[in-house]
């Protein structure tokens, strides 16, 4: 048996050079103001021989962060259940709660909608919290026969709950293994499957 927690945290920032829409004379925009910084018909403008002053008459560096958390908490328990004629049966079955959290604050001008030409963004933030359930087991089958070194079937099965998307289901596998001799082998498995949103989405 194996029981184990884990905590982690990661926090970063992230910087952006944008146009600031209130100093680009753009009248389609509300933010747009009403005079352009600059003449951007200006040769030096449009050749690039002054894009160092043109950054400087309209752009903006927007500062944003992210704090991100999660924490885990399981416990396994594996080992053989009884001996078959081909072999034990192999067994696990596990434990798990996780705890995900993030808050990530985007720079003024990006929740403002100010960025010419850029999308906006709103702060996102929000936890989730998910329990699970899991148990697998494997059966041998068949052992050393004429066209089979050794056959065995796999079967697990996992039940979750998610505390934010009010999700509770399960999924299942079937796989099969059939060694037919030391140089040929068939696996085939067949189950399903299930994603959570993350927590941007």
Do not use: C, H
């Not at 905590?7 to 352009?36: F, M, W």
Request: proline residues 3%.
């Amino acid at each position: 048996w194996q029981v184990g927690a884990n905590y982690s945290r990661s926090s970063g920032a992230y910087d952006n050079l944008g146009i600031d829409a209130t100093k680009t004379g753009d009248l389609t925009l509300a933010n747009g103001g009403d005079t352009p910084a600059g003449n951007y018909f200006d040769p030096g403008f449009l050749n690039g021989s002054k894009a160092n002053e043109l950054v400087g008459l309209l752009g903006s560096w927007d500062n944003g962060s992210t704090t991100y958390e999660q924490s885990i908490v399981n416990a396994v328990f594996s080992g053989e259940l009884f001996q078959m004629p081909a072999g034990a049966v192999g067994s696990a079955f596990g434990l798990e709660y996780r705890t995900y959290e993030i808050d990530d604050q985007p720079g003024e001008l990006s929740r403002a909608g100010q960025l010419w030409g850029s999308s906006s963004a709103n702060v996102t933030a929000g936890k989730d919290k998910v329990k699970e359930a899991f148990v697998e087991l494997d059966f041998p089958l068949i052992k050393g026969v004429t066209g089979i070194e050794s056959l065995s079937v796999n079967a697990s099965g996992r039940v979750f709950d998610y505390d934010t998307v009010e999700s509770s289901d399960n999924v299942w596998k079937l796989g099969m293994n059939w060694q037919i001799n030391s140089a040929l082998r068939v696996r085939g498995t067949i189950g399903t499957s299930y994603r959570a949103p993350g927590l941007y989405e």
